[in-house]
């Protein structure tokens, strides 16, 4: 059997998996059609056999981070909806964390894949299944997006920036400003993962205080 009858066949999924491997060492802006063909072993143009342009490929690069969501928010049936809300967002963070570069694909692309809008479904049911109505349902849900999604990106761009020492020096701070020092050491020195997750049990403990107490 020859070399080219051994290859793997290319699919949409090898292929990002492939362009979310290169970003991953890259950087987002790095990618390209040439660079991926080459990655994969060939011509850039075999490549719109799978992704339609630049932007398919891109969503095809979403549906792999969403996946790797799916795949780590896999949880016991026997669960509370709160730990099941808490598994979810620990695994955005897990996949944000591992794949920074990439990350923004999937916070600030509308996708209109079935493989998304299954992500979003995992969150959005967690909150439907604690018996709360549609109205109710999706504030709970915008509320805990909107921390998963801001939390990760506070950690990804401010706080890695802090903890460079980047900003204004807490010595040339007025004392009006002192409690700001409290937030730059808490940033330095706190484990991240950890402060996530204290935030979001805030957040499911707001929500579950709010509900119905027949539905908890």
């Known amino acids: 059997m020859s070399t080219v009858d051994q290859r793997i066949p290319l699919s949409r999924d090898r292929i990002g998996n ?20 080459a990655e994969l072993d060939v011509e850039a143009m075999s490549l719109y056999n799978h992704v339609s342009n630049k932007r398919d490929l891109l969503a095809a690069i979403g549906d792999q ?5 799916l795949s780590r928010a896999v949880s016991s049936p026997d669960l509370s909806w709160q730990e099941r809300a808490e598994v979810l967002g620990l695994a955005w963070w897990d996949v944000a964390m591992a794949h920074p570069a990439a990350f923004t694909l999937l916070a600030d692309e509308v ?14 049911d967690i909150f439907s299944d604690i018996g709360l109505d549609d109205v109710a349902t999706s504030t709970a849900f915008h509320a805990a997006s909107s921390y998963v999604l801001g939390g990760i990106r506070q950690e990804l761009t401010t ?13 040339t701070l007025p004392t009006d400003l002192q409690s700001y020092t409290v937030l730059i050491h808490q940033c330095s020195t706190r484990d991240a ?6 935030g979001l049990t805030l957040l499911i403990r707001g929500i579950e205080a709010s509900a119905e107490p027949a539905s908890l």
């Open 18 to 37: 492939a362009a979310l491997a290169l970003i991953d060492t890259d950087g987002l802006g790095e990618l390209t059609m040439r660079k991926l063909g």
């Open 65 to 69: 981070l969403s996946l790797e969501i």
């Open 111 to 124: 996708s209109d894949s079935e493989i998304a809008a299954r992500n979003l479904c995992v969150a959005f």
């Open 159 to 171: 706080y890695v920036q802090i903890r460079k020492g980047r900003g204004i020096s807490a010595a």
């Open 193 to 198: 993962k950890a402060m996530f997750l204290d």
